[in-house]
T-cell receptor, first 115, second 114 residues
Framework: EAQVTQNPRYLITVTGKKLTVTCSQNMNHEYMSWYRQDPGLGLRQIYYSMNVEVTDKGDVPEGYKVSRKEKRNFPLILESPSPNQTSLYFC??????????????FGDGTRLSIL | AQSVTQLGSHVSVSEGALVLLRCNYSSSVPPYLFWYVQYPNQGLQLLLKYTTGATLVKGINGFEAEFKKSETSFHLTKPSAHMSDAAEYFCAVSDPGGYNKLIFGAGTRLAVHP
């Protein structure tokens, strides 16, 4: 089954404790992206990747890191989480980076609470 | 810069009634347009998209949307609401000349009551 898998689905942690949210897709997609969803703001892009070893900042990258060492994986790293990063996070992928009419496939989300 | 406005953060309809969710966009060029649906505790699923061609687009679950360039709108409709349509709906745009970045509206939560 074609899917985007995120782990963990839920996490409660404390300020400053490094964490990683994993994302994996099994569709051989080039493009991958991370979004955060906050009430009243919709989804905002954090980082994206056009292909292996090619990543760039989205609209709200502060406090986050990513890497794309393999095509299927795109982890999101919070080196020193803070309470304002409490949010619902989604990973998404699409087939091609070259055209913007491709639908994106979303994971089921990771709800992060940072105390 | 592109932006998306969804009028009404909450919409409530009776089962069997018309569903109308409004989306207006701002873009210097005609964008690609998408509607996604989010059911509780799930990710977003594509309902439909407009890229080029016919301006009336049909999607899954009986939804459709019409691209109106003169009104910069892409409203989502369904003739008869079903209880299972209760979800949050997001309108999004992307730049035809750019990569796959999506700009989302704030979302509209649809409630369907008996």
């Amino acid at each position: 089954e074609a899917q985007v898998t995120q782990n963990p689905r839920y996490l409660i942690t404390v300020t400053g404790k490094k964490l990683t949210v994993t994302c994996s897709q099994n569709m051989n997609h080039e493009y991958m992206s991370w979004y955060r969803q906050d009430p009243g703001l919709g989804l905002r892009q954090i980082y994206y990747s056009m292909n292996v070893e090619v990543t760039d900042k989205g609209d709200v990258p502060e406090g986050y890191k990513v890497s794309r060492k393999e095509k299927r994986n795109f982890p999101l790293i919070l080196e020193s989480p803070s309470p304002n990063q409490t949010s619902l996070y989604f990973c998404a992928s699409s087939l091609s980076s070259g055209t913007s009419n491709q639908p994106q496939h979303f994971g089921d989300g990771t709800r992060l609470s940072i105390l | 810069a592109q932006s998306v406005t969804q009028l009404g953060s909450h919409v409530s309809v009776s089962e069997g009634a018309l569903v109308l969710l409004r989306c207006n966009y701002s873009s210097s060029v005609p964008p690609y347009l998408f509607w996604y649906v989010q059911y509780p505790n799930q990710g977003l699923q594509l309902l439909l998209k407009y890229t080029t061609g016919a301006t009336l687009v049909k999607g899954i679950n009986g939804f459709e949307a019409e691209f109106k360039k003169s009104e910069t709108s892409f409203h989502l409709t369904k003739p008869s609401a079903h209880m299972s349509d209760a979800a949050e709906y997001f309108c999004a745009v992307s730049d035809p000349g750019g990569y796959n970045k999506l700009i989302f509206g704030a979302g509209t939560r649809l409630a369907v009551h008996p």
